[in-house]
């Protein structure tokens, strides 16, 4: 069986009913699918680094590279660093993001949601991700760092070309233009961070703790990556499968106060990041498997969201289910540190379709983007 990125899942199944660990050639990779060998891996970052969390599938060529060149850039990054040097850099994050943080957010976030739902309430039809998923969380993350609201759009469409040229196979011009575009967002970030180091927020946070200027504006590119693209994506996803479950959307309907647990169901049941790259350290047996120092592990956050053995039927999309501890937001010292922000936005948007538009209906087939890091549907057209 090939490994399918728009549907990984029947591979997942069969990995965690084998015997040991499988490689995944399509990945150069093997893959950790069961829960309790997946905390094991991430509980031990010592032997299991992440230096390769994110390694491209494809190496952009020279012309794309002299292009980003000349811009700030430097290491560490927060998701791919380890030890002290991870430290350093996640600490401003947390704090960043800490709950009195999210909690003084809410109120953008809900006036955003509204308005964002009021500009297509009255349509009878809608393509959800770009007119909504796509918007909200990176006007949020951009509220969180402080950036001037009339930039957001750029920035966003910067992070998908930064994605797109690591991820996605392109002519020598298509990728020129792609770095052009994260070029021009790494100048927004570089000109919006200088002298905000006295800032109480998130982006004065990372100012004060994170030197020098090219590691700053690494960070801040992969926080306003990581603050939209994964959240865009549970967006899409939580709002699909409760769709294709009628009973589920209508009970949603009838008990808002579910709302908390249907979130961390969509998160289990289709998890927008699949799962990250480790790199082992040293020689070590995992579930079975002898690794030598230096293999390559994708650990599938999905795939353990799906086992049997830490979850009571797991391939049931079922919001009233008693909670369980999965693994969609990452477990260790590279836990989400966003993950309470990111929560918050499904909420106010799951508060809001289900109050306002219940008889919310998704237009099939939908399409999922072949994405390991932010698995969702490519379009969601939804009319009602």
């Known amino acids: 069986m090939e490994f399918d990125r728009t549907d990984p899942y029947p591979f997942y199944a069969r990995a965690r009913e084998a015997e040991g660990l ?3 050639p399509e990945l150069d990779a093997w893959l950790v699918a069961r829960h309790a060998d997946a905390r094991a891996v991430l509980r031990d970052p010592e032997t299991f680094s992440s230096a390769n969390a994110l390694r491209p599938d494809v190496v952009p060529g020279p012309e ?63 393509e959800l991700m770009g007119r909504y998923a796509r918007v909200l969380p990176g006007e ?22 930064a994605e797109d040229l690591i991820f996605k196979p392109m002519s020598t011009g298509e990728q020129v233009a792609a770095a052009e575009q994260v070029a021009g967002m790494k100048r927004v970030l570089d000109a919006h961070v200088r002298g905000r180091e006295q800032g109480d927020d998130l982006c004065g946070e990372m100012a004060r ?35 294709r479950n009628r009973e589920q959307w209508e009970l949603l309907c009838a008990r808002p106060e579910l709302v908390p647990a249907a979130i961390e169901e969509a998160a289990r049941y289709d998890t927008a990041i699949q799962g990250f790259r480790r790199v082992t350290t040293r020689p070590v047996r995992v579930a079975g498997t002898d690794l ?71 237009e099939e087939p939908v399409e999922m983007l072949p994405s390991l890091i932010h698995r969702s549907p490519r379009e969601l057209f939804l009319t009602w």
Not at 143 to 155: F, N, R, S, T
Not at 215 to 241: E, K, R, Y
């Open 64 to 126: 794309a590279v002299d292009v980003l060149r000349s811009l700030p850039q430097g290491r560490p990054v927060v998701l791919t660093a380890d030890g002290d040097d991870h430290r350093r850099v996640r600490e401003p994050l947390t704090r960043g993001l800490s709950p009195k943080r999210v909690a003084a957010a809410l109120p953008f976030i809900t006036r955003r949601a509204r308005e964002l739902v009021d500009s297509f309430a009255g349509d009878h039809r809608v």
């Open 209 to 243: 703790a994170i030197e020098p200027h090219g590691t700053l504006i690494s960070n801040l590119q992969n926080i306003l990556l990581a603050g939209h693209l994964t959240t865009t994506a549970l967006i899409g996803t939580a709002v699909l499968h409760l769709l």
């Open 22 to 24: 499988t490689f995944v």
């Open 292 to 362: 030598p120092a230096g293999a390559e592990v994708f650990v599938s956050f999905a795939a353990t969201g799906r086992d049997p053995r830490a979850h009571d039927r797991p391939d049931e999309f079922d919001i009233t289910r008693a909670p369980a501890r999965h693994l969609a937001f990452g477990h260790g010292v590279h836990a989400c540190p966003g993950s309470q922000l990111a929560r918050e936005q499904v909420r106010v948007t799951l508060e809001e379709l289900t109050a306002r538009l219940p008889g919310l209906r998704a």
């Open 140 to 161: 949020v993350i951009g509220h969180m760092l402080g950036i001037d609201p009339e930039k957001i759009p750029a920035l966003i469409e910067g992070g998908y070309r």
